[in-house]
């Protein structure tokens, strides 16, 4: 009777109800029509399943990331990235790769990242003769790197469903995180070589400037490198870390006189908001997910992979190109609270580790946030750089490339996320 399930869901989004009230309409209608599963045992898994320490990181990083743009440290980091990489063919198009890359260790949400640096990222790029279009473009696309360099939003959320350790999960990021970045500014630099795209370039800025960006931007640097110190030696949990990296933002942002007290509420106004929106996602999904785990879904789900082939490589290419359907019209944070506790069991009974595993959904997941119909990211972009929906998706469609190799390479080479957690905390 699952299929029932199942297709009342696709109806719903279908009719273009919002995902958050589709999954528990959907729920509730199967109850009522099967009345199989005692109501009440939904509604206990809703309860336990917003009963977890560790998804308090989830607020705390966001609110230091909001902190953070409204102490004007997304210019400064900008400013340092133009220096550093602002001369090379592409100009700017490398220095929003870049500048997501250091603003990555701050936030852990995409679309918080494309908002508040992007608005940043646009204007200049705007200013110095790129397009509004590609400007937009690479700024959504770098955007993705955010959840994937530690902190993260989704990481949190995965490691909660699948019961793996938020540290390791985080470590594991930081080396997919920076090949995908490369291999982003490789594609832009093809673009600009070829010219497919007017990329002015900034003249050489001289040591002495390099410098004194550096120092403009030391305070805003530091806040990773503390995140990832604090990771490494164990000095303090994720969510200790994200109430410590919230702290400093605020004392960085009143230091620099550049945090008032009307940009300290509005940031604590939109992480409720932010917050709200997640935590009402994840209520909402839970039923759905409890009705999956108590008609024994994951076995099922087991056995039909399994039919298809008991090769890990095959299996993990289907379920790939499944996450990456789903993502296109699903939101990320229901398709983790779905999937999550359907997948996790299956890869492990293959052999495949459950923190790779994260990595590669998390990726999958992220590019889904990029792709039509329902791409969030492009949406977000598209009221920043006030551009037309479909100039944008031409300049985001190269991207593509990069990406789904990256995917692929991520996939079948587990030593790439495995390789620093293992090598930190043994294993």
């Known amino acids: 009777m699952i299929w029932l399930l199942l297709l009342i869901l696709a109806v719903l989004v279908l009719f273009e109800m919002p995902v958050a009230f589709a999954l528990p309409t959907s729920a509730l209608m199967y109850l009522i029509i099967t009345d199989t599963i005692p109501p009440m045992l939904v509604v206990q898994r809703i309860a336990s399943g917003l009963e977890s320490y560790v998804l308090l990181a989830i ?14 440290i997304a210019i400064r980091i900008f400013d340092f990235a133009v220096a550093c990489v602002g001369h090379i063919r592409g100009s700017l198009g490398h220095v929003n790769i870049v500048a997501s890359v250091i603003f990555s260790g701050m936030s852990g949400v995409a ?9 940043v990222e646009v204007r200049e790029m705007k200013r110095h003769g790129f397009t509004p279009e590609f400007s937009a473009a690479i700024t959504a696309v770098s955007s993705i790197i955010g959840p994937i360099i530690p ?26 995180g920076v090949l995908m970045s490369l291999c982003l500014m490789a594609m832009v630099y093809w673009l600009a070589r070829t010219g497919r795209i007017e990329a002015p370039v900034v003249p050489r800025r001289t040591p002495v400037e390099v410098g004194r960006a550096f120092w403009r931007a030391l305070p805003a640097l530091a806040a990773p490198v503390f995140l990832i110190a604090g990771i490494l030696t164990g000095f303090a949990t994720p969510t200790q870390l994200g109430a410590l990296t919230a702290f400093y933002a605020i004392i960085l942002g009143f230091a620099t006189r550049e945090l008032t007290a009307a940009n300290l509420w509005i940031s604590i106004k939109d992480t409720v908001i932010t917050c709200g929106v997640l935590v009402f996602i994840i209520a909402a999904a839970t039923p759905f ?13 087991a056995n039909i992979l399994l039919s298809i ?14 996450l990456l359907i789903f993502g296109m019209v699903m939101d990320t944070t ?14 492990m009974s293959l052999g495949i580790d459950p ?25 977000v972009m598209i009221d920043v750089a006030k551009v037309e929906y479909k100039p944008l998706l031409r300049q985001t469609a190269p991207f593509y490339i990069p990406l789904f190799l990256f995917l692929i390479v991520i996939t079948y080479w587990p030593g790439l996320s495995l390789s620093l957690p293992a090598y930190v905390f043994g294993g």
């Open 111 to 119: 679309q918080a990242d494309a908002a508040g640096l992007g608005a």
């Open 289 to 301: 997910s409890a009705i999956l785990a108590l008609e024994g879904v994951p076995q099922q789900l």
């Open 355 to 379: 923190v790779h595993f994260g990595i590669i959904m998390v990726i999958n997941l992220l590019i889904g946030t990029l792709t039509p119909p329902f791409g969030v990211l492009l949406f």
């Open 334 to 347: 229901a398709i983790l609270l779905v999937a999550v506790p359907v997948l996790v069991p299956v890869m």
């Open 151 to 176: 902190p993260s939003g989704i990481m949190i959320i995965y490691a909660v469903l699948a019961n793996v350790s938020v540290p390791d999960l985080f470590l594991a990021g930081i080396v997919p």
């Open 309 to 322: 082939s008991d090769n890990p490589l095959i299996v993990l290419l289907v379920v790939n190109i499944a």
């Open 59 to 72: 607020p705390l990083f966001i609110l230091a990331g909001n902190l953070f743009n409204s102490a004007g």
